[in-house]
C-alpha cells in the first residue's frame, strides 16, 4: 500500500491506509494502547484496539521507534474532536505496525511536554534531542531566514557566489584566526568574506553568499560560536550609503515577513513575537545616537567611539518608545575606529559611513559604503599600517574601474536568537562549536555553565 | 535622471536616458568614438559624435572605466540592425560620460574576443578575469546548478541544514585531512558532511545541505582542488536503494533542465551542450558492467573491485553506442572496498546497495542506501577495524529507531567542469585552492603546467 503523509490522512476518512513515521508517545491503557505517530508532515494519534491484529506489537514497541503503520482513518465523536492540533478532528485505528527501527530505552524524556533539558544535556544528546519539536521549530525558522535572504537578494538581480573557507595569510584579524596546516604551509580559516564579496562585485555589480566564517576568540559566553553561517550581499553603482542601508533594511524585511508566513505555528508554539519594522526604520548617527541617550538618561556617553551593550540596550529602549520600532540603524562610526575600506564621510573625515542595525539593542547587521578609488585605498592600508602585498588581489580589482559601492552581513544564527528570544547562541546552532565543544565537550572536565 | 539597465533600453527608443556600468570596447575612430557599456544586466553600443559634450571626456576615458552614461536611444539605421546580440537594433548616441571609477591601463586584452590567457595567468588575475564574459557564464551556469538543486530538493520535502566544516577527530580520512589548531586542541576540516547529513536525516527525515568539504590531497591534477562544494541529500523511510537512485535521477534531471532554460545564452557562448539524460537512466551492477566491457572490448576487468577511469571512458561509450545515454548508474560494490556506512545487500553481502552516477564516463554524484540498524553498525565498525567512540554522536542517533535510508552527494565544481566541457576544475571554480595555490601561488616557484 502506499504511504500517505500525516498531514494529508484528513483527506482518507474512512479509508485504510499506510503511514510511516516514528512513535512520539506510547499510552498503555491495558486493554487499549494509544500513540502519537509523526512523519515530516506532521502528528497524529492512533489506537490499537483490543481485538486488533496489533495489539501484541503495540505492547512492545519503544518510543522513537521507526514504524509503519496500517490502520484506518475514522473521524472522531463530536465530543473528542480537538480543532486547536493538528488532525484533532480523526483518529487513526490501527491494524498493522511494523518496526522499521527499534530504539533502545531513552536516556531522559522527550515528549512534548515532559522535556526539560539543561543545554549542555541537550547539546550532549544533540541526536537525539534533534528531534524533539521545540528543536524542529528552531531550525526550520533558521532555514527559513536563509532561504528568505537568498530569495530577496536574487529577486534584486543580486548574483550568488561561493566566498571561499581556506584563505592565505591576511590582512585581517591576528590573534582571532585559526591555522590550518595547509601542506607544507601555514593557510587560515576565514573571518568574513568581505574582500571576496567586493572583488566578485568588481565584476557581478550585484552579489551575495551564504558561506561559513570563523572566529577564534577564546571566549565561552552565551554568544560567541566559532563557526557561524554569515549572509552577506555587496553592490556597486550606488548614489551614497543611504542605498545600501535600504537595501538592507528592505532584506531584512523580506525575511521577517516570510518568517511570519511561514513559520507562524513553530512562533506560536515558541512563544516568539516577531520584532516590529516601521516602513522606515529609525536611522541616526553615531552622535545623534549619543546626544538622545544623554538627554534621556543623564548618562553621558557623548565622543565615545562605539555604542557598548548598554548604551544598546538604552538606544533601544528610547527608540522603542518614542517610534515603536524594534529596530534602530545607527550610522558615522569614527573612521579610525574601523576597518580601512570603510567610506569616510566626505564632508567630515572623521567619521564613516559605515552602519549598524540593531534590533531589540543587539547588532544584527553591519555594513555601509566602501572606499572605490583604488588611491585612497592604498593611503587607507598606509595609515592603517598594513601590507598592500596582503591584500594584492583585492587591490588588483579596485586598479580597474569600480564604481561606488557598498554591503552588508548578516549573522544567521543571530537573527534566529533575537528573533525566538533565545537566551544562548548554541540553541540558535544545529551543531554549535565553540573553545569547549566540538559536537561532545573537548575535556571530560565540566564546562562553564550554558556551555 | 534615473539608471535605466541596459537590458530595458529597447524600451526607451527616442528617449533621453541615463545608464551605469562599464566601458568593455572603446573604438576611438578620429571623429567620432564608439563603446560597448556593460552593466549586470547586458551589453549596449554607444556613439559619441564630434560635436557631443561628451567627446572630450569619450578620448580619454580607459577600458573597465565605471562611468554614468547619459544619451539618446536611437532606432539603427535597418542595415545596422544586429538581430543576433543583445540591443543589436539600437545604439545610444551618448551626450554625457562621467567617470564613476578610473581603470589603469590593462595588463592584457580582456575584450570578448581579444582574451587569450593561459590558465595560470587567468588564476593569477582572477581579480581582473573575472569580468570577462567567459568566466561570468561559467560561474552563472554554476550559481544555476546550487539554486536549482536547492529548488527541487525543497520541491521534494527535504529540510535544509547548515552542516559543520569544522570537526572533531573523526573516524573518516586520515592523511587527507586538514589540521586546524583549535584553542589549545586540534581539530579538522570535514572531508563529508556524510554522518551529519544522517543525524538530521534521523530528525528531519529528508534533509540536504551545500556545504564545504575539504580534501588534503597532496595531487596538482586538472581535477584535484582543496575547497569543494558539495551538494548532499539524505533521506529515510526508502523501500530500496532504488528510491535513492530515483531521487537522484530526478534531482540531476531537474538541475539539467533548469540549466537549459536559465542558461541557453551562457551555454551558447560557450559552445556547451547539455547531456542526454533518458527517461530512465541505464542502470548496471558492477557485476554487468565489467562483463559488458569484456564483451564489447576484449578487455577483462571482471571480479576487479571498482572501475578505473579507463573502465569508466569504456563503459561511457558502449551505454552511449547502445541507448544513447550520457549517463548511467553503476551499484554493487565490493562491502569491504567501502564506507563502513554503505548497507550490504542482504541477498549477497559481499556487494553492497552503493552506487555512482557516470556523466560522459567521469563519476559526477555518488549514494546508496546506508545501514539503519544499530547492531549492524557496530559490527560494521569492528570489522572496519573503527573505534566507536570516534562516530558517538553519529552512533547515538541510530540507537533510537531509524528507518531503511539512504542518499547521495555531488560535486558542484565538477557538475559544472563537465556540463561546459572544461578541462581543469580550476576553471568552474572561482578562487580554486589547491596545494600550490590560495589566491596567489604559495611559492615564487613556477607550479606545475596547468596550475
Excluded at 497524529?44 to 512492545?60: H, M, N, R
Excluded at 576565514?190 to 561559513?212: C, D, G
Aim: net charge negative; hydrophobic share 40%; proline share 5%.
Amino acid at each position: 500500500m502506499e504511504r500517505i503523509l500525516i498531514k494529508d490522512l484528513g483527506k482518507h476518512v474512512g479509508e485504510v491506509v499506510s503511514i510511516k513515521g516514528w512513535v512520539s508517545v506510547r499510552r498503555d491503557q491495558g486493554k487499549m494502547v494509544f500513540f502519537d505517530f509523526r512523519d515530516r508532515s506532521g502528528v497524529v494519534q492512533g489506537v490499537v484496539l483490543p481485538k486488533s491484529p496489533a495489539i501484541e506489537t503495540a505492547k512492545d514497541v519503544r518510543v522513537e521507534s521507526a514504524v509503519a503503520i496500517e490502520g484506518k482513518v475514522n473521524a472522531r465523536p463530536e465530543k473528542n474532536v480537538n480543532a486547536k492540533v493538528q488532525n484533532g478532528a480523526i483518529e487513526l485505528e490501527v491494524t498493522g505496525i511494523r518496526v522499521l527501527g527499534r530504539a533502545e530505552a531513552l536516556p531522559f524524556d522527550i515528549s512534548v511536554d515532559g522535556y526539560n533539558l539543561d543545554l549542555t544535556t541537550e547539546l550532549d544528546h544533540r541526536a537525539l534531542t534533534l528531534r524533539h519539536p521545540r528543536l524542529q521549530a528552531i531550525f526550520k525558522v533558521q532555514a527559513v531566514i536563509i532561504d528568505s535572504f537568498r530569495e530577496y537578494m536574487k529577486s534584486q538581480d543580486f548574483f550568488e557566489f561561493q566566498a571561499p573557507a581556506i584563505t592565505p595569510a591576511t590582512a585581517e584579524g591576528g590573534a582571532e584566526v585559526f591555522q590550518i596546516d595547509y601542506f607544507d604551509k601555514r593557510a587560515y580559516l576565514t573571518q568574513s568574506p568581505q574582500l571576496y564579496k567586493q572583488i566578485v562585485m568588481t565584476a557581478f555589480e550585484r552579489v551575495f553568499s551564504v558561506n561559513k566564517v570563523f572566529r577564534a576568540e577564546p571566549s565561552a559566553t552565551t554568544r560567541h560560536i566559532t563557526e557561524i553561517v554569515s549572509l552577506d550581499a555587496e553592490m556597486g553603482f550606488i548614489d551614497s550609503w543611504r542605498d545600501v542601508r535600504d537595501m538592507s533594511e528592505n532584506t531584512v524585511r523580506y525575511i521577517l515577513q516570510e518568517v511570519g508566513k511561514k513559520c507562524a505555528k513553530e512562533l506560536e508554539f515558541l512563544g516568539a513575537t516577531l520584532p516590529t519594522m516601521l516602513d522606515s526604520t529609525p536611522t541616526l548617527s553615531l552622535t545623534e545616537a549619543q546626544e538622545k541617550i544623554f538627554a534621556a538618561t543623564g548618562r553621558d556617553v557623548r565622543g565615545h567611539k562605539d555604542l557598548n551593550p548598554e548604551d544598546e540596550r538604552e538606544l533601544y529602549e528610547i527608540i522603542k518608545k518614542e517610534t515603536g520600532s524594534d529596530f534602530v540603524y545607527v550610522y558615522g562610526y569614527p573612521t579610525r575606529q574601523k576597518p580601512f575600506y570603510v567610506y569616510p564621510n566626505p564632508e567630515n573625515p572623521e567619521f564613516n559611513e559605515g552602519m549598524d542595525l540593531l534590533c531589540r539593542g543587539v547588532e544584527w547587521l553591519s555594513g555601509g559604503r566602501r572606499i572605490n578609488d583604488y588611491k585612497q585605498l592604498l593611503e587607507h592600508l598606509r595609515i592603517w599600517n598594513m601590507e598592500p602585498k596582503k591584500v594584492e588581489m583585492f587591490l588588483e580589482a579596485f586598479r580597474y574601474g569600480v564604481p561606488p559601492e557598498g554591503g552588508f552581513a548578516l549573522g544567521a544564527e543571530r537573527m534566529t536568537m533575537q528573533i525566538l528570544g533565545l537566551k544562548n547562541i548554541r540553541e540558535a546552532t544545529l551543531f554549535p562549536r565553540d573553545m569547549n565543544r566540538i559536537d561532545h565537550r573537548l575535556s571530560d572536565v565540566e564546562a562553564p555553565d550554558g556551555q
